[in-house]
């Protein structure tokens, strides 16, 4: 193995967050060293604090907690680690699915595969294993692609400009909702995409799914990110679970929410323009609540466009959705959430 990340590859139960979690605590003593030089260069106060998995302990072989002077968030109290821009990218660099995507071509006759056949992370890391010059020449190519630190300022993927716009909703406009059972979690969580698209269309938030650079829409994964935003303190207030990309064997789904492993219900999200929108809701979605055994799912939709075309798929999205909820035998619901350019009250 010449690449760390290849343990998401080659290692069941290893993903984008557990590899930079070992990553990160490998390195720790060095952002620490690194914040450290920062605060004395620019005079920042700093406290002695205890960080946790800050040391190896050779005769436990574990991580240990140790103290250090570091700078300490006013609010929560705890220690502030930096990173410089430059290591800053998004995660994963390889996963197992784009080694799939790569490998797929070659090896579904070894496997006897059908090609419409969704395949599971468990035979992808079977396969990996069993095909490690694939792995090499997959790890090769992608070394020779170009890579570049994230541009934070600009956030073009939308991580973090959201958050104080929408923290400041989440605090003016509390969710209040007695959770008992699966129905009125389902209730619920109508009432949580209404909220996520009363700030979308009517609270401005449409801007933060806009690039600034380019005048084109953010990928999927802002709008994901945007909703667990403004939707997870709601949930968490209301004893409910939201969890993002769950892998469920079948590939991960964008979220579950929950209160308990009996009420479940699955939630994917696609821009409207996506070529797989219907897919999305038949395959995809499908797909995960047959692997996950919940029965429910919500679909939500994002149209960034008024065109012809967009609105002729949302409508074809609804049409699909009463199929498929007769066909599976699910309870499949659909919502639609605008995020075009709104005009400024001047030019109306």
């Known amino acids: 193995m010449s690449h760390f990340e290849e343990l998401g590859l080659l290692v069941p139960g290893i993903g984008r967050d557990r590899i930079s979690d070992i990553t990160c605590n490998i390195l720790k003593h060095r952002f620490i060293k690194y914040t450290q030089d920062v605060c004395i260069n620019l005079g920042i106060e700093m406290q ?34 930096l990173t410089p821009k430059r290591f800053l990218r998004e995660l994963p660099t390889l996963n197992a699915r784009d080694w799939w995507h790569f490998a797929e071509h070659d090896l579904r006759a070894d496997v006897n595969l059908d090609i419409s056949l969704s395949v599971d992370k468990k035979l992808i890391i079977d396969l990996a294993r069993s095909h490690a010059e694939k792995v090499r020449e997959w790890t090769e190519k992608r070394e020779d692609q170009p890579s570049y630190p994230y541009k934070v300022d600009r956030d073009p993927a939308g991580l973090h400009n959201w958050l104080r716009m929408a923290q400041k909703f989440v605090a003016d406009n509390p969710i209040s909702y007695a959770v008992t059972d699966a129905d009125s979690l389902d209730v619920f969580i109508g009432k949580i995409i209404d909220y996520f698209r009363q700030f979308v ?27 667990k935003g403004i939707v997870q303190a709601q ?6 679970m939201l ?8 590939g991960p789904v964008d979220f579950v929410i929950s209160t308990s492993a009996a009420q479940r219900v699955l939630l994917e999200v696609k821009r409207v323009s996506s070529n797989k929108l219907i897919d999305g809701l038949t395959k995809q979605l499908v797909s995960y609540i047959e692997s996950d055994g919940c029965g429910r ?14 609105l002729r798929k ?28 709104k005009k400024s009250a001047s030019k109306l």
Not at 201 to 227: A, H, V, Y
Request: proline share 4%; aromatic share 8%.
């Open 48 to 81: 002695e604090v205890e960080v946790a998995s800050a040391a190896l302990d050779p005769i436990r072989r574990r991580r240990v907690p140790r103290t250090h002077w570091l700078p300490v968030n006013k609010i929560t109290g705890r220690p502030v680690i």
């Open 201 to 227: 269309e009517l609270q401005g938030g449409w801007r933060l799914l806009w690039n600034d650079d380019n005048g084109k829409p953010k990928r999927e994964t802002s709008i994901q990110l945007l909703f």
């Open 235 to 240: 949930c968490a207030a209301n004893g409910v």
């Open 243 to 250: 969890d993002r990309e769950v892998e469920l064997g079948r």
């Open 297 to 310: 799912g919500w679909y939500l939709a994002v149209r960034f466009y008024d065109s012809g075309s967009e």
């Open 314 to 341: 949302v409508e074809m999205l609804r049409a699909a959705t009463k199929d498929a909820r007769q066909e599976s035998g699910f309870d499949l619901k659909t919502a639609v959430v605008d995020a075009t350019r």
